[in-house]
């Protein structure tokens, strides 16, 4: 609910410094590790446990779990720490934490489909679905989606305040905030407000006719298969998911306080799998529900009338990091703070969720995979659209390849016949001693025989190769080759 990154801002996912790592080490619970799932190299996955480990052992949250998106599919998920206290529970991928604020792009998303079936237009102004707000007629559903409308936040601090202990309306919450005079004129400020995700959550059952989350679920969660979504505006999680958790400075830890029905909504009503959550990040990715112009719409940042950048987007943070592309959220209700990371250049995503809340270890542990992960693959030589998805792949191929792996469904018929046990040895025993390829880069696209050619250049420490691939217009590689380069010093075109 609360946006727990809001110093983040302005700065859109500017790496947390090594120095928050100096904090007194506090006591916490590490319990025994649930399985992983994986397809992520060896490497990878020791330095994303040891990061968890040692932000939970520095912050004192109990526990975390993470899901890892690389060449656009969920390739590790983990949990770390202790669910449940006591009695103590471990905890597992599969329990689920709310999100918080990350539910906004849900919101948003919604809000964008009714726009694309030509059901509203983002330019309407409020009042036409929602009467008898402050400036309606000149508040936007744009606005309130970039939070740019002017109107007050109902819940800005990091606690629950009494009054929320009681149950409560989205009327309630717009009889009281949004009807009074605006913090500022629309559209000539940035500022964080939940206020507005209640307004859009009322327009979007206003239009749809059905509750907002009958809405999500068929229209979001269901096509997705995230089949863990629990609605926590209507009450806690169940007895095998984790339990939140708040502390009053460096004292003890303590179930926290649940807020009452009513005041999570359209703004932060949301629960699930850090697994789930991957699984919406790689919809973004593919862009799976929305036409692609609505999906720039979505992802565009939104400027204010003087011309400034706000670095917001309709329910997510957006910048540049490294030159890729950043989409990011944090969230945080009663007892939990979540993070949730994409680097769509990349293909790449990361997950974190967290049990105890006004903590910034879900920041912490997802800005530090996501350097991990933030591959320059689809970067170095700036290639768009397909060509950066497909570099994307290939990038991740040739790291299962260092170890020995490889994914067949990705590869023709003859493709797979190339690869034979003794292709996979060569290929393991030469290249997985030259470490990470850093930086790697397409050098050339052409059409051939009904099908792309691409040629891409992987540099590493001491030698660089080249690879060349074919690929039919269904995605499967005909041919996937690694060779030496012409040179030892040659580098990715500046």
């Known amino acids: 609910m609360r946006n727990f990154s809001r110093p983040l801002v302005r700065s859109l996912v500017r790496w947390l410094s090594a120095a ?32 968890a480990r040692a932000v939970l052992a520095a912050t004192g949250v109990p526990s975390a779990s993470v899901a890892v998106v690389t060449g656009g599919r969920l390739t590790y998920r983990q949990a770390y720490g202790t669910a449940r206290l006591a009695p103590t529970v471990p905890a597992q991928p599969d329990m689920r934490y709310a999100v918080g604020s990350v539910s906004k792009q849900f919101t948003a998303t919604a809000m964008v489909m009714l726009a694309q079936e030509g059901k509203l237009s983002l330019s309407d102004p409020v009042s036409r679905y929602v ?11 744009r606005e309130l989606l970039s939070h740019t409308s002017g109107y007050q936040d109902y819940w800005p601090q990091d606690y629950v305040m009494p009054s929320m202990l009681v149950p409560t309306t989205a009327e309630h919450i717009l009889n009281t905030w949004a009807k009074k ?71 003890p830890l303590r179930p926290a306080p649940k807020e009452a029905a009513g005041w999570l909504f359209a703004a932060g009503e949301l629960a699930m799998t850090a697994t789930d959550l991957a699984q919406w990040d790689i919809s973004l990715i593919d862009r799976r529900l929305l036409s692609p112009a609505w999906y720039d719409t979505l992802t565009a940042p939104v400027m204010l009338k003087n011309g400034t950048d706000t670095h917001y987007a309709l329910g997510i943070f957006v910048g540049t990091e490294g030159g890729q592309r950043v989409w990011e959220h944090s969230g945080e209700v009663s007892g939990f703070t979540s993070e949730d990371i994409v680097l769509p250049d990349a293909h790449a995503a990361v997950v974190v969720l967290t049990n105890q809340d006004a903590s910034t270890a879900a920041a912490l542990i997802g800005q530090r995979v996501a350097r991990l992960i933030a591959t320059p693959a689809a970067s170095a030589s700036s290639p768009s659209g397909g060509d950066a998805r497909v570099a994307a792949s290939v990038h991740t191929i040739l790291i299962e390849l260092q170890h020995g792996r490889i994914d067949r469904s990705l590869f023709t018929d003859n493709a797979n016949a190339y690869f034979t046990d003794e292709a996979i040895h060569d290929y393991a025993s030469s290249l997985g001693p030259l470490g990470a390829p850093d930086p790697f880069c397409q050098t050339g696209r052409d059409e051939r025989g009904g099908m792309t050619f691409h040629s891409y250049l992987a540099v590493f420490p001491k030698r660089a190769v080249t690879i060349t691939t074919y690929q039919w217009p269904d995605g499967k590689l005909e041919q996937y080759l690694v060779f030496a380069a012409r040179s030892a010093t040659a580098a990715c075109p500046r």
């Open 20 to 51: 928050a790592m100096a904090a007194p080490i506090l006591p916490v619970s590490v319990a025994a590790q649930a399985p992983a799932d994986t397809t992520l190299d060896a490497a990878s996955r020791a330095v994303i446990d040891s990061t």
């Open 131 to 141: 009467p008898g707000l402050t400036r309606g007629d000149e508040v936007t559903i």
């Open 181 to 251: 005079p605006l913090d500022f004129d629309p559209g000539t400020q940035w500022q964080y407000s939940n206020t507005n995700y209640v307004i859009a959550g009322r327009i979007i059952e206003q239009i749809s006719g059905m509750p907002l989350m009958q809405f999500l679920q068929t229209r979001i969660f269901a096509p997705l298969g995230m089949h863990s979504i629990a609605d926590v505006n209507v009450g806690r999680l169940g007895e095998t998911d984790a339990i939140g958790y708040y502390r009053h400075a460096l004292g």
